[in-house]
């Protein structure tokens, strides 16, 4: 039982997670890792990844193959050194505050998966090993290909020779390699073990709600090609009145970026392909998908209203300062954090967008038709944005976001409908109006 | 209610002797034993047929076909000896599926067995065994004829999406036989094998769910949950656990400890189920459901304000009854010759809107650990706040007319459904299921309606209906085969404070009578009067008589 009860059972808040990823090279680790970091901080969870080998890189920048063979006793304790040190840090990274840490190295031996297990217990961790088993050879080498050999480790080389290398240090690890539970005597770990990219997976003690939501996540990854389209509704009456919320109509100059919509994604798919288009439940979103090809499939959802802006609903921000000046400076402090009374704060809008976000990563090709704050959390999940800028970031109307995920990250293509809209952007501390974004404040910074 | 509940019984022994006219398979099915047509919203609905299947609680959306996440037709086929808690996951995972808006239906085997063989019959001594003798056979292939039959219809002609499957199927060439007649009409097969080596809990289920047998009558519990499973031995030789690798299986060991999942074909659906059944377990467990106290601002519903003075009179009397209530509980098992285990530990979960934190804090300040969840404040009333329902009808005469329809699925402008209320509640939903310790959730009457329904399956038309007075505290144990709702009264609180919250959104309801407190949840009822005047301490759902007759079954 973990050390964190309170007499009333455990409770969750309290718990800390370390995710130990475990598998040998080019099996994709680093991929799931980033991917449930950026999930997990997304959704306000403190999570960092602690990557050994950037840990090993500081002391043995580019080593030859045998460095990794376990009868180097020199390599063999540069690399313990580096586990440490990785380790040690994740404990610091806990005692402030860390909830979850993901501890992203091969962990390949039952010795070393004991060791971090008994560390991680002592400071009252639950931990989860990740273990991603793939034996397809062609897989392998198109990771090696695509990965391993832009790594630091190989800067400079001649690839044929640098991919050999790395065949060689991944025999290495193969000889001491045990999958976790393979003799059956880590049964009392809690593991999810995914097997050929997820046509088997084994998933053990599950000990609580937060260990299977990122269990369930994992599960929903997959790494077909896809890109996702990203669009404001065109511009609003109430965005020309400078008003926010409210469920008003398009403007004249909103039709006509409706009408051009079609065009601009059909240049950015490159062909007819259909996509599914997501609207809120709003008639400004509704409208500006209307003209899209009937091929298209359209589907609306609630959870993609726009945030809610409670009794300031309706109003211009003069009003809002006029009638609520205390709200109008909290919300400016912690805009993030801050709840319009009877409303919604950002933190409100990444809960009900969670179930969209799923839905995105088990889906292909989808085109989003949405609201400036909506749009801001989709993006900061996608590209990474903290919680004290996401909010404040420019989404300009009239304007298409492409976004392309990749192995480490996420690319990025805008195509712009060239039709004159109003900006909805109000910088930090600034006047309450509307006004034409700052550089730094937007996104293609 | 208990005299509906009773009738519901009633009618299941009725159907469970065919007679001489031998009657069609979907009159069968519809009238076997599990099933109702129509049930009060205080039992548990999970086995009703529903009169309108389309409309379920978090139905995030649909497709053209009805069917969801793009799924076609599938059937989920149990795997597993008896006592390995076939029905608790298929009863779990038909609830949890029809939460999400899967149509989904369970055809428990057993029951065709019962409704062909008849009341008090039972099944020739080597009805399971591979060898059986030919009138076996016939018997044997007749039955399971039936029930398929039924899967087909409901898949092809209800526009079904998933029918559960619930029986042994031990060998691994009758699986892949059923595969592939399952394939024949389009249906893609998911087979979910609840596989128990722990000795310990084999013991524990047999002893809980089977043993209550006549036959085992003033025997050591021990040494009857061990007769019990020998007799399945013996009932049942073969088993094959599932390594058939060109199937998509889910192997759940040791109720939930660990899962095994073959995934040939399957993605969304599957990791879904596998979700679900990660948070899910056995363990029996109270739920209470309480109402927030009173505010000063009670109409308001952007005020967001604090508790007035009777509100916080409620909290104190309400906490003060539920502890007290706990103790007695308590007592009494233990006067009944219980085990004298000390309390489970009780957690109180309120919303971030301040009169339920505030009426936490009754809770809170005897020492019991509070949690906030932003997902449970109540439904937004939107154009509605401080209106009357006059108002309403006279200001939105078109949205009344839409909202009489479906007052599940209807917003008003500005406002949300309950369906949206729904499916923002979906985590919560998990994090209660995965609860280990008895758990008082304090909300706003709407969040408890959906809560409720979830737990109880109630239709999306009686959930905006469902009432609970402030002098109720609703209780909800789990079981295996349904829920069971209690009701706990709250002695001398002001009559005032009782009747439905008036911040709520002042939905229009055809039958008006919400300004009167209501028994429990309303919908379907006889009309309140009747039951209202003093409401008894506590009710007990019938749920465990509906169950009598599974006690010496073996699915």
């Keep these: 039982m973990s050390p964190r009860t309170n007499g009333r059972g455990v409770q969750v808040e309290d718990t800390k997670i370390c995710v130990v990823m475990v598998g040998l090279p080019a099996r994709g680790k680093s991929f799931i890792a980033q991917k449930a970091q950026r999930y997990l901080t997304w959704l306000s969870i403190n999570a960092k990844t602690f990557n050994v080998g950037n840990y090993r890189r500081n002391d043995a920048p580019q080593p030859p193959a045998d460095f990794f063979d376990t009868t180097n006793a020199e390599g063999e304790r540069r690399r313990r050194a580096a586990a440490e040190a990785a380790i040690a840090d994740m404990l610091g990274w806990f005692r402030q505050g860390g909830v979850i840490g993901i501890f992203d190295a091969t962990n390949s031996t039952k010795e070393r998966r004991k060791w971090v297990m008994d560390v991680c217990t002592r400071e009252g961790i639950e931990v989860l090993f990740v273990e991603s088993k793939c034996d397809d050879e062609e897989m392998i080498m198109a990771n090696i290909r695509d990965v391993k050999l832009t790594s630091p480790d190989y800067k400079g080389q001649d690839p044929e020779k640098a991919a050999l290398d790395f065949r060689n240090r991944i025999k290495h690890y193969e000889k001491v390699y045990k999958s976790i539970d393979e003799d059956g005597d880590e049964n009392d770990y809690t593991y999810l073990k995914i097997m050929d990219v997820g046509k088997q997976v084994i998933i053990n003690h599950i000990r609580d709600y937060l260990q299977s939501r990122v269990v369930y996540y994992l599960m929903n990854l997959h790494i077909r090609p896809r890109s996702v389209w990203l669009s404001r509704h065109g511009e609003s009456l109430y965005n020309l009145y400078g008003r926010i919320g409210g469920d008003a109509e398009l403007s004249p100059r909103g039709v006509q970026y409706a009408k051009k919509l079609p065009e601009l994604v059909r240049q950015s798919v490159g062909g007819d392909r259909p996509l599914t288009v997501w609207t809120s439940t709003l008639k400004r979103t509704i409208s500006t998908a209307k003209y899209l090809p009937e091929t298209y499939n359209q589907l609306q959802w609630k959870a993609l209203d726009e945030l809610d802006a409670g009794v300031c609903d309706g109003m211009t921000y003069q009003e809002i300062k006029d009638v609520y000046p205390e709200d109008f400076q909290a919300r400016d402090e912690d805009k993030y954090n801050y709840r319009y009374r009877g409303g919604e704060s950002y933190r409100d809008v990444v809960i009900r967008l969670e179930p969209i976000i799923m839905e995105l990563e088990r889906s292909e090709d989808i085109l989003i038709v949405t609201h400036q704050a909506i749009l801001r959390c989709i993006y900061a999940y996608f590209m990474k944005k903290d919680q004290s800028r996401s909010p404040w970031m420019n989404v300009p109307l009239h304007c298409l976001i492409k976004l392309t995920p990749r192995a480490y990250g996420t690319e990025e293509e805008r195509y712009q409908a060239d039709i004159p809209a109003v900006s909805t952007w109000r910088g930090k501390g600034s006047t309450a109006k509307h006004e034409d974004p700052i550089p730094e404040a937007g996104m293609a910074h | ?555």
């Design chain 2, 1 to 555: 209610m208990i005299h509906l509940g009773l009738s519901c019984h009633i009618l299941g022994s009725v159907a469970e002797n065919p007679g001489t006219n031998d009657p069609s398979t979907a009159d069968l099915a519809a009238n076997a034993p599990r099933y109702r047509r129509k049930s009060s919203t205080f039992i548990d609905g999970i086995h009703d047929v529903p009169e309108d299947a389309d409309r379920a609680p978090a139905q995030l959306y649909s497709t053209m076909s009805g069917r969801l996440f793009h799924s076609g037709r599938i059937a989920i086929v149990m795997v597993g000896l008896p006592a390995r808690g076939k029905t608790h996951i298929s009863v779990s995972m038909a609830r949890y599926l029809q939460w999400l808006g899967v149509k989904t239906r369970i055809f428990h085997l057993g029951d065709y067995r019962r409704a062909t063989v008849g009341q008090g019959g039972d099944v020739p001594e080597d009805y399971f065994y591979p060898n059986a003798s030919p009138a076996s056979v016939v018997l044997r292939q007749k039955i399971l004829k039936k029930c398929r039959e039924d899967i087909y219809a409901w898949l092809n002609h209800e526009n079904g999406q998933v029918a559960i499957y619930d029986a042994v199927n031990p060998t691994a060439s009758g699986r892949r036989s059923l595969a592939k007649e399952f394939a024949k009409h389009d249906v893609q097969t998911l087979f979910l094998e609840s596989y128990v080596d722990d000795e310990k809990l084999l013991r524990e289920n047999a002893r809980n769910v089977k043993i209550s047998s006549p036959d085992f009558a003033e025997m050591d519990p021990d040494e009857a949950a061990k007769l019990y499973l020998r007799r399945i031995e013996t009932k049942i030789p073969t088993f094959e656990t599932m390594n058939e690798k060109e199937l998509n299986y889910i192997k759940m060991i040791n109720a939930g400890e660990k899962f095994f999942y073959n995934n040939i074909s399957f993605n969304y659906l599957s990791h879904r189920i596998v979700f679900y059944l990660t948070n899910t377990h056995i363990k029996t467990r109270a739920t209470y459901f309480v109402r927030a106290g009173p505010a000063t601002e009670d109409e308001s519903y952007k005020a967001d304000a604090p508790l007035s003075g009777e509100g916080v009179k409620y909290s104190q009397l309400m906490a003060e009854t539920l502890i007290k209530h706990r103790e007695q509980e308590r007592d009494s098992l233990i006067a009944n010759g219980g085990q004298k285990v000390p309390l489970r530990p009780l957690s109180v979960w309120c919303s971030t809107r301040a009169r339920t934190l505030q009426t936490a804090d009754a809770f809170k300040d005897r020492g019991f650990k509070v949690r906030q969840r932003s997902q449970m404040s109540q439904i937004n009333p939107g154009v509605c706040e401080r209106l009357s329902e006059r108002a309403i009808r006279r200001l939105y005469p078109d949205e009344v007319e839409k909202h009489e329809l479906d007052p599940y699925h209807h917003r008003y402008p500005r406002a949300e459904s309950y369906h949206d209320l729904a499916v923002r509640l979906e985590p919560i939903i998990l994090e209660l299921e995965r609860e280990q310790n008895d758990l008082v959730i304090i909300a706003h009457e709407s969040v408890l309606r959906v809560l409720y329904a979830y737990l109880m399956h109630c239709s999306t038309m009686d959930i905006p209906k469902l009432k609970f007075p402030r002098n109720e505290i609703i209780e909800i144990i789990p079981a295996a085969y349904q829920n069971e709702a209690k009701r706990i009264h709250i002695p001398g609180l002001d009559p005032r404070t009782v009747p439905s919250s008036p911040e709520d959104i002042r939905i229009p309801v055809p039958d008006s009578r919400s300004d009167t407190p209501g028994p429990l949840p309303g919908g379907g009822l006889p009309p309140a009067a009747e039951t209202f005047d003093k409401p008894p301490e506590k009710v007990v759902n019938t749920a465990a008589e509906a169950v009598m007759d599974k006690i010496t079954d073996v699915d």
